[in-house]
């Protein structure tokens, strides 16, 4: 089992950056998928980005590429979503996700992860 706990949220101009980590317990850390998600009120969670166990595979969500990196430091047991050229209709709840893999794959779908973490909130003003 691995808990999951987000970071680096807040508020910032349009065209800004934020960075936002996912620390995750385990010692097995690095034989999760992880992806990040946001969700705003009332709505299902929406895929933004996804990594593989090893890092070597990525994945975004078409509105975001280019503009998101997503990374992870299995050292650290940490994954981190680098956010830059932010727009306001980037505003929503961050949530890391993991589910431990026998493969190099990316998950895409919300209901492919096991563990959730409570989410970071990101606001971009005009």
């Known amino acids: 089992q691995v808990k999951l706990v987000e970071s680096g949220g807040g508020l910032v101009q349009a065209g800004g950056s934020l960075r936002l980590s996912c620390a995750a317990s385990?010692?097995?850390?690095?034989?999760?998928?992880v992806g990040w998600f946001r969700q705003a009120p009332g709505k299902e969670h929406e895929f933004v980005a996804a990594?593989?166990?090893?890092?070597?595979?990525?994945a975004y969500e078409d509105i975001v590429k280019g503009r998101f990196t997503i990374s992870r430091d299995n050292a650290k047991n940490m994954v981190y979503l680098q956010m830059d050229s932010l727009k306001p209709e980037d505003t929503d709840v961050y949530l890391c996700?993991?589910?431990?893999?026998?493969?190099?794959?990316?998950?895409?779908?919300?209901?492919?992860?096991?563990?959730w973490g409570q989410g970071t909130q990101v606001s971009v003003s005009p």
């Open positions: 385990g010692r097995t850390f690095s034989t999760y998928t």
């Open positions: 996700a993991a589910r431990a893999t026998w493969s190099n794959i990316v998950l895409i779908t919300a209901s492919g992860y096991d563990y």
């Open positions: 990594i593989s166990r090893s890092g070597g595979n990525t």
